[in-house]
């Protein structure tokens, strides 16, 4: 199994709200990546980080942030949630190209 | 053109039976290739790497045809534990930003 985490698994919120989806892995992983993945739609990468003090924008336009002051921890954080935020959030690491999920985090922006 | 298509199916199978996914990239740069799985509502697993003269890991077989931009997996004598879907994910050339598909749900029924 891989050793990478996400908290909240699911978070209902309501509008307006900041918020910060947790996400840390212990394999001493380089890079981090952050999806969206709507149900039965594929995922659609949303920012990735290559290192400590790197991030980068994926494919998809989104609105939230991201950090990487530690190898181990990739937060991704809302501003300010909106209902087009509902969505299953996964984070995953690889030191190549394999990549390890995180379990998602399920948000519901009501 | 979606960068990488797949049928999204569903295949519907008996126990036994064999069944075959495709799915074609339009990146001719693209370098390396994956197929993952992801059961309802559970983040993806890598199934297989995809090799160029193709490879075989128990009851699967994975293909890749360059000239012809697609890759293939050949799932044998199928178990109800297969039923899944099966994302083809391919890594943009000299990078470790994969493009997933949408998958293909396979469902093995008795």
């Known amino acids: 199994e891989a050793d990478i985490y996400q908290t909240p698994r699911y978070l209902v919120i309501g509008t307006g709200k900041k918020i910060t989806l947790e996400c840390s892995q212990t394999m001493g992983h380089d890079k981090m990546y952050w999806y969206q993945q709507d149900p039965g739609m594929e995922l659609h990468l949303i920012h990735y980080s290559y290192g400590v003090n790197s991030t980068e924008k994926g494919d998809l336009s989104s609105e939230s942030t991201v950090s990487r002051i530690r190898t181990e921890h990739f937060p991704l954080t809302l501003e300010s949630a909106r209902p087009s935020h509902t969505s299953q959030y996964l984070c995953?690491?690889?030191?190549?190209?394999?990549?390890?999920f995180g379990p998602g985090t399920r948000l519901l922006v009501l | 053109r979606k960068e990488v298509e797949q049928d999204p199916g569903p295949f519907n199978v008996p126990e036994g039976a064999t069944v075959a996914f495709n799915c074609t990239y339009s990146?001719?740069?693209?370098?390396?290739f994956f197929w993952y799985r992801q059961d309802c509502r559970k983040e993806p697993k890598l199934l297989m790497s995809v090799y160029s003269s193709g490879n075989e890991d128990g009851r699967f077989t994975a293909q890749l045809n360059r000239a012809s931009q697609y890759i293939s997996l050949l799932i044998r004598d199928s178990k109800l534990s297969d039923s899944a879907t099966y994302l083809c994910?391919?890594?943009?050339?000299?990078?470790?930003?994969?493009?997933f598909g949408r998958g293909t749900s396979l469902i093995v029924h008795p």
């Open positions: 995953a690491s690889s030191l190549k190209e394999t990549q390890y």
């Open positions: 994910v391919v890594n943009r050339g000299g990078s470790y930003i994969p493009t």
């Open positions: 990146n001719s740069a693209s370098q390396s």
